[in-house]
């Protein structure tokens, strides 16, 4: 009956056909059992088909999206009736070539009210996309979201980096994404085809870190009843990612500085040497040259891990990625949760967030999304679906806060001179010359006066 409804519906559309041949959006109308019963020109165009091809086959093998296999907004929209407008996803053609679209979802509706099909319209936006990289540079690099100076400097670092062996140590606060950089640089390089091995040094007791990262011969010690490869075979001729390598205590940083130098281990319990070809990646949320300093962390070990520094800035240092990271978030969790879809989040709902600290930098933004969208029950995340804590939270914004902080030190004028100069150097990355034009000032007056505010650059650079 409702087959028999559209077929009536598309021959009272049949005048109306040359109109939507004519226009620019691509067109599908698609029943209830997903197939395909009308698709105009552009349609056509855009994913490789004739008339004839895709007349009775289901939606799913004519437009393949990067939606279809999770939380398809066609299917909700028959489910449910909620409608859908201006998402964004990624189509295939029939010739396997991709393009990004803006796709909306409409019903079709009988005269009693029930829907009986759906009207995907999608607009290929991939050239206004490249067009917006050539202008603002990447929003996303393996995952790693971010459109700021800071995120696009590495970026070209992890590019950089990844085709050569060197040892990465990647520093910044909990929840920054160090780990996604590490595997990034692994994911670019030669080694991509083999493992990928992490390893939480904080995670472990000094002993069973120890047998973790080497391995252990069968009766090594209470438990071990059989031979066990440790992490280092695992990544052999790939990548091991040892992060927290400030906790890791000095015993085990001599066994590593050993594999280190000479590539050579020793499992727990063995007298032989095993040889292993594997590429080192650690991460660290300490200041590991005050740890050197306080005998904690040996400086040989220090710089044969610290051969390209990276340091990950917190994210309340790069306020401008936050809508794109929320953005991302909803995306995620559409594509996770069944019957539920969020568009986007209010201009008033945001505002919170940017006005937010995030002492858990991005993990704590995660978070703090992923409560919301729990909360909502309607198509937008509002100020009330946010955590308590944010909306309770009576403190001035924190350009207030820097004011009154100013205002109320011993010699304020220093204290604004010391802020705009941090501000601008974080700005540029603590590149001297570039912070230096921008202040007006040559680079050598700008290091006196770092020297005489006590600046000093962050850990890594």
């Not at 020793?266 to 050197?292: C, D, F, H, M, Y």
């Not at 209010?346 to 993990?363: E, T």
């Amino acid at each position: 009956m409702q087959n028999l409804q559209v077929q009536n519906w598309l021959q009272h559309m049949a005048n109306l056909e040359s109109l939507l041949d004519a226009t620019d959006t691509g067109i599908m109308i698609i029943d209830m059992e997903r197939r395909v019963r009308f698709i105009n020109e552009r349609a056509k165009q855009l994913l490789g088909y004739e008339t004839g091809d895709v007349y009775g086959n289901r939606c799913s093998l004519v437009a393949q999206t990067s939606d279809c296999e999770n939380n398809c907004p066609l299917t909700r929209t028959l489910k449910t009736g909620t409608e859908v407008r201006d998402v964004e996803m990624v189509y295939t053609s029939k010739d396997n070539l991709r393009f990004q679209a803006q796709t909306s979802i409409v019903t079709l509706r009988d005269e009693s009210g029930t829907i009986i099909a759906g009207a995907e319209l999608f607009r290929d936006i991939t050239e206004i996309k490249q067009l917006e990289e050539q202008i603002y540079g990447r929003y996303t690099f393996a995952n790693i979201i971010g459109k700021s100076h800071k995120m696009q400097d590495i970026y070209r670092l992890i590019e950089e980096v990844a085709p050569t062996d060197a040892s990465v140590l990647i520093q910044g606060e909990s929840g920054t994404g160090k780990e996604l950089i590490a595997a990034a640089i692994h994911e670019y390089s030669p080694r991509k085809e083999k493992e990928f091995v992490k390893v939480n040094s904080s995670a472990f007791p000094e002993g069973l870190l120890e047998s973790e990262l080497f391995g252990h011969s069968k009766g090594a010690f209470t438990g071990a009843y059989q031979d066990k490869a440790g992490k280092f075979e695992l990544a052999d001729e790939g990548t091991l990612f040892l992060d927290e390598i400030g906790e890791m205590s000095p015993l085990l940083q001599v066994k590593l500085l050993r594999v280190l130098q000479d590539g050579e281990f020793q499992r727990v319990g063995e007298n032989k040497s095993r040889t292993v070809n594997v590429r080192i990646i650690t991460a660290t949320n300490k200041e590991l040259k005050k740890a050197i300093a306080g005998k904690e962390f040996r400086e040989d070990l220090y710089y044969r891990l610290n051969v390209v520094p990276m340091y990950v800035p917190p994210l309340r240092d790069r306020r401008v990625d936050i809508p794109l990271l929320v953005n991302h978030f909803i995306t995620k969790f559409n594509r996770e949760t069944k019957d539920k879809y969020i568009e986007k989040i209010s201009p008033q709902a945001l505002d919170i967030l940017m006005k937010y600290n995030f002492p858990g930098n991005v993990r704590e933004l995660e978070n703090i999304v992923e409560y919301a969208y729990i909360r909502c029950n309607g198509s937008v995340i509002e100020s009330a679906h946010l955590p308590t804590e944010l909306l309770e939270d009576d403190a001035p914004s924190n350009d207030i806060d820097m004011i009154d902080r100013i205002v109320r030190s011993d010699k304020p004028i220093d204290m604004m001179v010391r802020v705009i100069i941090e501000r601008i150097l974080c700005e540029e990355n603590w590149k001297y010359q570039k912070a230096a034009q921008r202040l007006g000032m040559s680079r050598t007056t700008l290091w006196r006066k770092m020297k005489d505010l006590n600046i000093n650059p962050p850990p890594g650079l």
